[in-house]
């Protein structure tokens, strides 16, 4: 079998599942959990409804070798959940910085996913970042944990605008300091 894996980044394990690269492959899970209009109402960058080749254009930028933001798939092969949970990524900024998102397929919601894919990635910091920054929607309380657990620091309100919700949305965002 050959895996279309594009890019250069790590692979990092987790507890129960691992972290890896995207692939080509992945655009029919990734998809199917991207059209999930809960899934895209708590980022602000997934449209609602999916447009048809979204996924597939977001894969292809996401493994550009000129890309910006490095992002992983939370992937249960190996465990007895042998599909893709949700997606990790850090957004390079400056000054050794970047910014963290995630989100969770809704049939894993609850199970402390998130948590674990924040914990892997803050321990192996691949990047080498100084400092990551997150924010989350206010109405998620949930993603704010998983952030305050990691040892994040709030910061301070703002807003985002929600692609999917379209309107701004007030937001709170943290700071984890790295070593």
């Known amino acids: ?57 977001f894969i292809k930028r996401a493994t550009c070798a000129s890309k910006g933001e490095a992002v992983w798939v939370m992937d249960g092969e190996g465990s007895e959940r042998r599909e893709v949970l949700g997606m990790i990524s850090l957004n390079r900024l400056d000054r050794e910085q970047s910014q963290l998102s995630y989100w969770v397929a809704p049939g894993f919601w609850n199970s402390g996913l998130a948590s674990e894919a924040v914990t892997a990635l803050i321990k192996a910091n691949p990047l080498k970042n100084r400092e990551i920054f997150a924010e989350v929607f206010q109405d998620n309380p949930v993603s704010a944990r998983v952030l305050t657990n990691s040892k994040f620091q709030y910061i301070g309100d703002a807003e985002s605008h929600s692609v999917a919700r379209r309107v701004n949305v007030p937001t709170w965002t943290y700071i984890r300091k790295m070593g």
């Open 1 to 57: 079998m050959i895996i279309d894996q594009i890019s250069h980044q790590p692979q990092i394990e987790a507890n129960r599942f691992i972290l890896r690269p995207l692939r080509r492959s992945d655009a029919g899970a990734i998809g199917m959990h991207m059209a999930d209009k809960r899934v895209a109402q708590a980022t602000p960058f997934i449209p609602h409804p999916l447009p048809p080749g979204a996924t597939e254009a």
